[in-house]
DNA sequence: GCAAAAGTGTTTGTCGTACACCCATGA
DNA sequence: TCATGGGTGTACGACAAACACTTTTGC
């Protein structure tokens, strides 16, 4: 599977763009990223973060969602945003790339078919990583995470309906530490991020109360605290 | 003063990458954004984003950073930080340009010697812009408003010491609406953001109490409200 | 003393956290 | 009825906003 970054085409004497995404997805109750194998040099072996040239009549979302529809079934991305640019000049061999990275997001119920070049890698244990990727997936971490605290973004990474036991856990993995149900479903639900559906799911195996199921109220993105302090006299 | 986007280079065979920026300052009790007024076609006449040609060594930091130094005197940007990616295919005629946009920040002390060309413009009354530069001066705009709920970036804005009057008139201009002096005060002091630097300054004309001079603790961009809701234990 | 401007003290409401307590099920 | 897991009620602390009050100056 050639990847543009190893071509050298003869006539290309400008600077290249290409486009990256780091597409994360709690599986096994870790965050987790879709990395590629390259097969050829440079780096050979070492493990590349999904993406391609820019072409000219597309925009850089566009070229993103292309060219992950090459990897993956493009619908079962719930959510991708650009990240930022990356352009040391150096960052890749011999020609010179600049690079638009994007976070992408998987609900943990799905499990897309992908290449045989392709895995998915624990973003806390990453395998060697080719050029700037690794930099990249971190960015994409740091962005999550950031973005679970103050808008909706945990509709992406959950499935349509969960309990909050199991959405305790997609957080816990996303976040890297332990939250607590009982205020996740609070804050979720006090800023109307979160609805009950009014269904249950039967008890498990060792009894207990049956767990309610959940579902966002929106799938997309919002900002749920605005955390704007010096507010406009409302 | 010929512009990158204007030359049209007869051996530019593949896509060009530009830097641009937004740079703002509070004058006149006013956001204002530096354009500067395009002398040939396309959009003769219109005002533009100061920026240019990313060039073959240089990062696009590195590059934003080079070409408003023709501009302005760099010494006197407080603050420069990435926006993000504008790319429509046709966002620029006849060639097609990637543009990483960049917010850029001038203390309101300083009033820089810009070239003949170039003018400040209250972001609230743009004239007509070239191309997409007015998407990316709202974008701008709104970071920097963002910022100064959860950050320390009012630093960049303001003089090295300053009055809480002054800062108040400051705040109120980027944001946009009138913030109470106590509450900026207490706030920002709180957060350890501002410090007094135990001098006053006389009074007014009017007479009044002699207004003490503050000063922001750090020079470097530092989050001070981390508005995380699910903190790790601590 | 009085007006004007600056700065502090106090109250109130909201929100996130912690923790105790109650609920519904299987064995 | 007891253990287990799920869900709710309540108390506490932090913090921002509003506003009253005090301080320090010029006239």
Do not use: C
């Not at 543009?4 to 085409?9: F, Q, R, V």
């Not at 965050?31 to 493990?47: F, G, I, K, S, T």
């Not at 060792?206 to 919002?222: I, K, M, V």
């Amino acid at each position: 599977m050639p990847h543009p970054n190893t071509a050298g085409h003869p006539n290309e004497s400008d600077a290249g763009h290409e486009v990256l995404a780091g597409v994360l997805q709690v599986r096994d109750d870790q965050l987790q990223v879709m990395l590629w194998q390259r097969a050829r040099e440079p780096d050979v072996h070492r493990w590349s973060l999904p993406g391609g040239r820019l072409a000219a009549t597309e925009d850089v979302e566009t070229s993103i969602r292309r060219q992950l529809a090459e990897k993956v079934d493009v619908h079962k991305l719930s959510h991708v945003e650009q990240l930022s640019v990356f352009s040391a000049p150096h960052r890749v061999p011999d020609r010179r790339v600049v690079a638009t990275a994007f976070l992408g997001l998987v609900p943990s119920d799905v499990d897309p078919e992908v290449p045989a070049d392709t895995r998915w890698h624990p973003v806390e244990a990453l395998p060697p990583t080719a050029f700037d990727h690794e930099q990249i997936v971190l960015a994409a971490r740091d962005r999550l995470r950031a973005k679970l605290s103050y808008t909706n973004i945990g509709f992406a990474l959950a499935p349509a309906e969960f309990t909050v036991s199991e959405l305790r856990g997609i957080y816990s993995a996303a976040l890297g530490y332990q939250v607590a149900p009982t205020n996740l479903q609070r804050v979720l639900t006090r800023r109307g991020a979160l609805e009950p559906t009014g269904r249950t799911l039967p008890a498990g195996p060792a009894g207990g109360r049956p767990p309610a199921l959940f579902r966002f109220t929106s799938r997309d993105l919002q900002v749920t605290d605005p955390f704007a302090v010096f507010r406009p006299p409302s």
